[in-house]
Each structure stands twice: as C-alpha cells, then as structure tokens.
C-alpha cells in the first residue's frame, strides 16, 4: 500500500469549527476579563514568537541544507513534527485566552508495519506540518506588531487617564510645576511645557479615557489576525 492511498486519522485535539467568543461593549470593554485575556496573549504571542521563528528557521534552513545527504529527510520530520507540535499548543492558547475552538488537523497514518525511514517519508509530506511550519514564519512580524501596539496603548492609556490621581506628586517631589510634557534648550532659547492647570491636567486625562475606551478594539483587532490565522492554517 502507498503511503498516498493511506487514510488518516482523527486529531487527538478535536473540537467544534472555529467557534470564538463575542466581543463585551464599548463601555464595558476597558474593565472586562475577556479584554485582558486578549491583552495577556498578544503579551505571551511574543516571547512564544521568537521561539518558534527561531525553530522554524533553524530547522527548515539546516533540514534544507543537508537534504542531498541522508541526515536531511529525518532533520525535516523533526522540524514538521515540533512545528505540529507548536500548532497545537497554539489551538490550545486561542482556546484558554481568545476563546477560539479550533479542530486540529487530521492525522495521516501509517501501515503499522511501516519502518522508520517510510515514517519519515510520511511526515515530510504531511501538508498540515507544513502548514504549522510556515504559521511560525508568518505570524513572527505580526506578533511584533501586536506587543508593541498592545503595551503602547494600555500603558499610555491608563497613565495619562489616571493623572489627577498623581499630578501633585511632581511640585511636591520632583520640583516640577506639573507633569513634564517637554522640556528642552535649543539655540539658545529654553522650551518648556507642563501640565500644571486643573484645565490642562483634565483636558490630558479625557485624551488618556479615549485611548482606554480605544485600546480594546485595536487589541480585538489585532488577535482577530491571529484568530484568522489559527482557523486557516492550524485547523
């Protein structure tokens, strides 16, 4: 029997078709759980990024690289099989933080007979390994993208909301008149703003709320780029 004409196997990690959790309301959004929830994996997308772009590219490029000789068949297995690996504690990531169900891709099976050479052969035409491979690649700048605009926004959102609650720490403490918004000296002449007014320290903090009230919906915004991505390749 050819390993084309072999069926597949169920994925151990079955579940319903990309099924995803409604977004809370505007007003509600800043406060709710499922917000953070989203925050805290664009937050974790990083690191976990790095690693598997890391993988990805070692692997593929050392697998690639030694294909003439007889170590590169089972160097690609190892990299398809880690990259299934990834993929399905991505699904498993979307699942707890996105409240993203995802099937996971089926399994192909092999004669149980089959050697270990035939094994490998199998893995390496395995288009959902390839698929989970390729995932690492593309979303590696996407998830860049998402931390920076993520930690960006909730930090300067919330800071800039919250400045009537510390704005007397700076005349008291750091012999400011109020925050410092720049303060520079260039060609000769000193240039100086501060928020020092009830009126410019509340005008900030209204700009702060707005970011707030915002950061949600450019955080759903982004995980809906990976909620698109886990369905379309991971699934």
């Not at 070692?58 to 690639?64: A, D, Q, R």
């Not at 490998?120 to 590696?140: I, N, P, T, Y």
Request: glycine share 10%; net charge positive; aromatic share 12%.
């Amino acid at each position: 029997m050819s390993i084309s004409a072999l069926p597949y196997a169920a994925a151990p990690t079955a579940s319903s078709s990309g099924r995803s959790m409604g977004s809370p309301g505007f007003w509600r959004a800043p406060f709710a759980a499922s917000t953070y929830r989203e925050i805290g994996y664009t937050l974790t997308s990083l690191p976990i990024a790095i690693v598997g772009f890391a993988f990805a590219v070692t692997m593929f490029s050392l697998g690639m690289g030694l294909f003439v000789t007889v170590l590169g068949l089972p160097v690609l297995a190892a990299a398809l099989a880690g990259a299934r690996g990834l993929g399905a504690a991505e699904r498993g990531r979307a699942r707890a933080l996105l409240g993203l169900e995802v099937a996971g891709p089926r399994i192909r099976a092999t004669r149980r007979d089959a050697g270990a050479w035939e094994r490998m052969r199998a893995r390496v035409s395995d288009s959902a390994g390839w698929k989970a491979l390729l995932f690492q690649f593309v979303m590696f700048p996407s998830r860049v993208a998402s931390f920076v605009l993520s930690v960006t926004f909730l930090v300067t959102g919330w800071v800039v909301a919250l400045l009537p609650v510390y704005s007397w720490v700076f005349p008291r403490y750091v012999d400011w008149p109020g925050y410092r918004v720049f303060d520079y000296t260039s060609g000769g002449e000193h240039h100086a703003f501060y928020l020092e007014s009830p009126v410019q320290i509340a005008g900030a903090s209204l700009i702060g709320l707005a970011i707030v009230f915002l950061t949600p919906k450019l955080v759903r915004a982004l995980t809906n780029i990976d909620r698109a991505a886990v369905r379309s390749v991971l699934g």
